[in-house]
């Protein structure tokens, strides 16, 4: 019973400091902006794995090995087959 006697007090202290954080994120604005973070993680424009265009236009041009063939035209092939 006498645990009572630190126990009381110290659970209001954790309430008042919880009181006291949460007072503290709403002055500081901490929540703003809800679903920006959210749509952020989902726009991940700067992946450097994304072709571009110029990466595109030049598998298309025609190289030593494809006389003539485009990209297309090779896709099923390997190199090293033989099938010509």
Partial sequence: ?????????????????LVWAAFWAIRN????DLE?????ILMD????KIPTNQATEEADEPDAEGAGR????????????GEE
Avoid: W
């Fill in 1 to 17: 019973m006498e645990v009572l006697f630190l126990f009381v007090p110290l659970s209001m202290l954790v309430v008042a400091g």
């Fill in 29 to 32: 604005n901490q929540y703003e």
């Fill in 36 to 40: 920006g973070p959210a749509h952020r």
């Fill in 45 to 48: 424009d700067d992946d450097p």
């Fill in 70 to 81: 485009t990209r297309q035209e090779t896709a099923g092939k390997s190199p090293r087959s």
